[in-house]
């Protein structure tokens, strides 16, 4: 059965992307090359009136077709399916509409992240693609002036609202949730309930690493230079100019003192911590139960 990985984004998403889901000897099946951004291109990007089921599922026949041929789990990966939270972009109810009127029957996986690390990740995230937006108005405080709001939507991330929502869309046997931070502190429970869930034998993954991210301090020094740079808002490659300025601020963020770092990222966590407070606590121990995992141990806030 055709697995969709909806992220969520900064949940090991793009590791899961190159290493996992492309390799064949796993299992797994997924569009590579041009087709990489296909679910992107006829789901996200595709303006909403044009949107016909039928045609989607012609551009995906290729992968459903090779998959069962070779006896492969065809996999469909892209974050930008569950919303693009750090520009406010929500738009999952959608997105399942759209995706069980192409495919019908299939199984979805949701990959998790604990609340203010996914915060911090995803403001990094907004800087890093040229924004200049602070922490403060990236977080918001929910007391926005009626017809106003933060990009930071806390109930996308009650994970346990979540899943329940998109267990009300599909067949909650057909759905599975995974903490990021199991792929590092349990790695080999993590990988068995992954292949469990997809139906694939599986076997050992790589641990390459992807998208290691700036400094505290080259993330500030992007973001107070962010507006002097013209950037390319049409496609992934950059002007000269933007990849240097990207280079200079990792340099120096490196090279200045940590203790700059540590500032800024205290700051941060502040800012986050005060926004996010208790209100997760629940939803993450009535998600954990559910899981039967102990998300506690693994730094979530639990109630």
Request: aromatic content about 8%.
């Given at each position: 059965?055709?697995?969709?990985?909806?992220?969520l984004?900064?949940s090991?998403t793009?590791?899961l992307?190159?290493?996992?889901f492309?390799?064949?000897?796993?299992?797994?099946?997924?569009?590579?090359?041009?087709?990489?951004?296909a679910?992107?291109?006829e789901?996200?990007n595709?303006?909403p009136?044009?949107?016909d089921?039928?045609?989607?599922r012609?551009?995906?026949a290729?992968?459903?077709?090779?998959?069962?041929?070779?006896?492969?789990?065809?996999?469909?990966?892209?974050e930008?399916?569950?919303?693009i939270p750090?520009?406010?972009?929500y738009h999952?109810?959608?997105m399942l509409?759209?995706?069980n009127?192409?495919?019908?029957e299939y199984?979805?996986?949701m990959?998790i992240?604990e609340?203010?690390?996914?915060?911090e990740a995803?403001?990094?995230?907004?800087i890093?693609?040229?924004?200049?937006?602070?922490?403060?108005?990236?977080?918001?405080?929910?007391?926005?002036?009626?017809?106003?709001?933060?990009?930071?939507q806390p109930?996308?991330?009650d994970y346990w609202h979540l899943?329940?929502?998109?267990?009300r869309?599909?067949d909650?046997?057909?759905?599975?949730?995974?903490p990021?931070?199991?792929?590092?502190?349990?790695?080999?429970?993590?990988?068995?309930?992954?292949?469990?869930?997809?139906?694939?034998?599986g076997?050992?993954?790589?641990?390459?690493?992807?998208?290691d991210?700036?400094?505290?301090?080259?993330?500030?020094?992007?973001?107070?230079?962010n507006?002097?740079?013209?950037?390319?808002?049409l496609?992934?490659?950059?002007?000269?100019?933007?990849?240097?300025?990207v280079?200079?601020?990792?340099?120096?963020?490196?090279?200045?003192?940590?203790?700059?770092?540590?500032k800024?990222?205290?700051?941060?966590?502040?800012?986050?911590?005060?926004?996010?407070?208790?209100q997760?606590?629940?939803?993450n121990?009535?998600?954990?139960?559910?899981?039967?995992?102990?998300?506690?141990?693994?730094?979530?806030r639990?109630?």
């Open positions: 059965m055709l697995v969709i990985h909806i992220g984004h900064k090991g793009t590791f992307q190159k290493e996992v492309c390799n064949l000897s796993l299992g797994f099946s997924c569009p590579k090359g041009k087709d990489a951004l679910a992107t291109h789901f996200v595709r303006e009136t044009t949107f089921p039928l045609l989607v012609k551009r995906f290729p992968l459903l077709e090779h998959a069962d041929r070779e006896g492969l789990v065809p996999v469909i990966s892209d930008r399916l569950s919303s750090e520009r406010g972009r999952l109810p959608y509409d759209c995706l009127q192409t495919f019908g199984k979805l996986l990959t992240r609340q203010a690390a996914m915060a995803l403001y990094r995230q907004i890093r693609s040229g924004d200049n937006i602070d922490i403060e108005q990236f977080m918001g405080t929910g007391l926005e002036q009626e017809g106003w709001t933060s990009r930071w109930s996308f991330f899943y329940n929502f998109i267990s869309k599909l909650s046997a057909n759905v599975c949730v995974l990021m931070e199991l792929m590092r502190s349990a790695p080999e429970e993590y990988w068995q309930r992954l292949f469990r869930f997809c139906n694939v034998v076997g050992e993954v790589s641990h390459k690493r992807h998208n991210g700036l400094t505290p301090l080259a993330t500030k020094l992007l973001r107070h230079t507006g002097l740079m013209p950037r390319n808002k496609g992934s490659k950059q002007p000269r100019l933007v990849r240097k300025q280079e200079l601020c990792k340099i120096l963020g490196e090279r200045l003192p940590a203790t700059i770092s540590e800024i990222s205290k700051h941060w966590r502040e800012v986050i911590d005060a926004r996010i407070g208790t997760f606590n629940e939803s121990r009535l998600l954990g139960e559910m899981l039967e995992i102990d998300l506690a141990s693994l730094g979530y639990v109630g």
